[in-house]
Each structure stands twice: as structure tokens, then as C-alpha cells.
């Protein structure tokens, strides 16, 4: 069964610094991967996907994620940390269910900045 | 460009009680989602829609009815509010099925007393 594993609940930075937020991932099949952004009372926005193309996916707001099927992870990262950034970010895989594509959610991990 | 909306923004029920969630999409998409989002466990699909006329069962539908009579609107209804169903519900469309993302509108926060 597919699913995803997102390895810390909180991650605390200072504002210019690296961001890393780590995720694995089980699946049979050859996955696709996302990441979406939930900034405080608002929905899901996505912030980028990978599907099979180039393992390193660029998004918006500066942030990329490498996909690793050598180790089954797909960690987002930013290089300099700014306030905005300050959300919850779900890792997901997708999973296709009698042809239709259904999508496995993480746990969430909650993204804290500091000036 | 409005994108996904859903009211109403909060509700508090009693248990027992019924009410219905609607959202509306001006986006054209043929797919449209329900799920409900609690601490610590992400978001699970309640029931979906594959295009006007159609529904499906999520991961947890129990307790919970959908309608997609118009393309637009995706109606959940809770007929008789338990303490369980106290969430934030999201509702969420998508394009096509194949790996398109989703949009998702601001949420309701249900709290059942």
C-alpha cells in the first residue's frame, strides 16, 4: 500500500537561514509526489510535483524537492528561509485506484521562523 | 477569479442535528473532493466526484452524503451530527485525474456539541 511518512511534526529556523523538511514515501509503483503549503486558515495551495521527469523539481516561493528512489524520500528544501514561510506543508503521493487518482497525504510539518 | 468557495466559514451543531456544506467551483473542473483535515492525521478523503451526476466513496464516508447535481457545486451533508465529525472540512477540485493538482477552497470548521 502507498503511503507517506513525514518525519518531523515541528521544524523551527531563523529567517535566512536553510530550510529541510524531510519525507518518505512506500509505493508499488513508480510514484508521483507532491508538496502543498497550508498557510493558517486557508486551504492547500500546491507548491510543486514530481512525476517522473527531472528528480529535481523546482517550485514556487524558491523552494525545490529532490526525489530519491534510492531512498524512497522526496524532502523539500529552501535555501534561505523567509517569515511567509511560516505554515504547515504536506507531503503526498498519488495513487491511482481503479483509474482514478487518489492522493495519500502526510501527517503534516508544521514550519516555524524566527526573526 | 474566485477559484473554490465553501461556506459557511464555522458552524457549531448539536448533536444530532443536520446541515449541509457547499462548494462552489468557477473553474470548470470536472473533479471535485471533500475531506476532512484533524490534528495529526492530515487530510482523508470523504467522498469525491468524477464529473456532474457522479459520487464515490472516500477512505471515510461514513456519517456523511454528497450530491454533484451541477457541474459547479459539491454539496456534503451531514444528517445527524456526531462528536466525530468536529473537524475542518476542505473542499477541492481538480482538472483531470491524471496527476493534476488540486485547488482547494479556505475550509469549514465544524464543531459538534
Known amino acids: 500500500a502507498q503511503s507517506v511518512t513525514q518525519l518531523d511534526s515541528h521544524v523551527s529556523v531563523s529567517e535566512g537561514t536553510p530550510v529541510l523538511l524531510r519525507c518518505n514515501y512506500s509505493?508499488?509503483?513508480?510514484?508521483?509526489l507532491f508538496w502543498y503549503v497550508q498557510h493558517p486558515n486557508k486551504g492547500l495551495q500546491l507548491l510543486l510535483k514530481y512525476t517522473s521527469a527531472a528528480t529535481l523539481v523546482k517550485g514556487i516561493n524558491g523552494f525545490e524537492a529532490e526525489f530519491k528512489k534510492s531512498e524512497t524520500s522526496f524532502h523539500l528544501t529552501k535555501p534561505s528561509a523567509h517569515m511567509s514561510d511560516a505554515a504547515e506543508y504536506f507531503c503526498?503521493?498519488?495513487?491511482?485506484?481503479?483509474?482514478?487518482?487518489?492522493?495519500?497525504f502526510g501527517t503534516g510539518t508544521r514550519l516555524l521562523v524566527s526573526p | 477569479n474566485a477559484g473554490v468557495t465553501q461556506t459557511p466559514k464555522f458552524r457549531v451543531l448539536k448533536t444530532g442535528q443536520s446541515m449541509t456544506l457547499l462548494c462552489a467551483q468557477d473553474m470548470n473542473h470536472e473533479y471535485m473532493y471533500w475531506y476532512r483535515q484533524d490534528p495529526g492525521m492530515g487530510l482523508r478523503l470523504i467522498h469525491y466526484s468524477v464529473g456532474e451526476g457522479t459520487t464515490a466513496k472516500g477512505e471515510v464516508p461514513d456519517g456523511y452524503n454528497v450530491s454533484r447535481l451541477k457541474k459547479q457545486n459539491f454539496l456534503l451533508g451531514l444528517e445527524s451530527a456526531a462528536p466525530s465529525q468536529t473537524s475542518v472540512y476542505f473542499c477541492?477540485?481538480?482538472?483531470?485525474?491524471?496527476?493534476?493538482?488540486?485547488?482547494f477552497g479556505n475550509g469549514t470548521r465544524l464543531t459538534v456539541t
Open positions: 503526498v503521493v498519488s495513487v491511482m485506484n481503479t483509474g482514478f487518482q487518489k492522493l495519500v
Open positions: 477541492a477540485s481538480s482538472r483531470d485525474r491524471e496527476n493534476s493538482p488540486l485547488h
Open positions: 509505493s508499488s509503483y513508480s510514484p508521483s
